[in-house]
C-alpha cells in the first residue's frame, strides 16, 4: 500500500469487477423448481376434481333415478320406456348403453351414435321431459319406485 500525492491510500491488490449480466445462476435449479411447481399444480387440481366428484355424488346420487322410466300420458300400447340401473340402460328390454350421465338439471346417454338427453322436470327427479332427439318431446315418470306413481 502507498499513499499518492493527496494523501490517498492506494492498495497493490487488483479488484475484478464482474458485469451482472456473466453471473448465471444454475438453469437445472430453475428448471427443477418449475417442474415441481406444475406438478404440485397438477396434484393440487387433480385432488380438487376428485373432491368434486365425491360431493357430486354425495348430493345428487345416480341411485336416485334407478328404476323404469314409463311414458306418461300415452296409451299402454304405444308407450316407450328405458330402464336405468348401476351399469345399464335398457330400452325395449335391450342394453344400449353401459353407462349414463347425470348432472343437477340433466340425464343422458348414448344408444350407439344417437344421444338421448332428458331434462328433469321436478327437484325429487321423478318425471323427465326428452330433449334429444328432438322430434317428439315427450314426458317420462319414474315407475315402481316411489309413493306418488302418475301413471
Do not use: C
Not at 360431493?55 to 296409451?75: C, F, I, M, R
Amino acid at each position: 500500500m502507498s499513499n499518492d500525492k493527496s494523501g490517498r491510500v492506494i492498495s497493490d491488490v487488483s479488484s475484478k469487477v464482474i458485469p451482472v449480466s456473466s453471473v448465471r445462476p444454475n438453469k437445472w435449479l430453475e428448471y427443477t423448481l418449475v417442474l415441481l411447481a406444475l406438478v404440485g399444480s397438477m396434484a393440487v387440481f387433480g385432488l380438487y376434481k376428485d373432491l368434486f366428484g365425491r360431493y357430486q355424488s354425495h348430493t345428487n346420487p345416480k341411485s336416485a333415478v334407478y328404476g323404469v322410466w314409463l311414458e306418461k300420458d300415452v296409451a299402454p300400447f304405444a308407450r316407450e320406456s328405458f330402464e336405468l340401473s348401476k351399469d345399464r340402460v335398457l330400452i325395449d328390454n335391450r342394453v344400449v348403453s353401459t353407462r349414463f350421465d347425470l348432472s343437477r338439471s340433466e340425464l343422458s346417454f348414448y344408444a350407439g351414435s344417437v344421444e338421448y338427453r332428458y331434462q328433469f322436470l321436478n327437484e325429487a327427479k321423478t318425471e323427465v321431459r326428452q330433449l334429444s332427439p328432438s322430434h317428439y318431446n315427450p314426458v317420462f315418470v319414474l315407475s315402481g319406485k316411489h309413493k306418488n306413481n302418475l301413471l
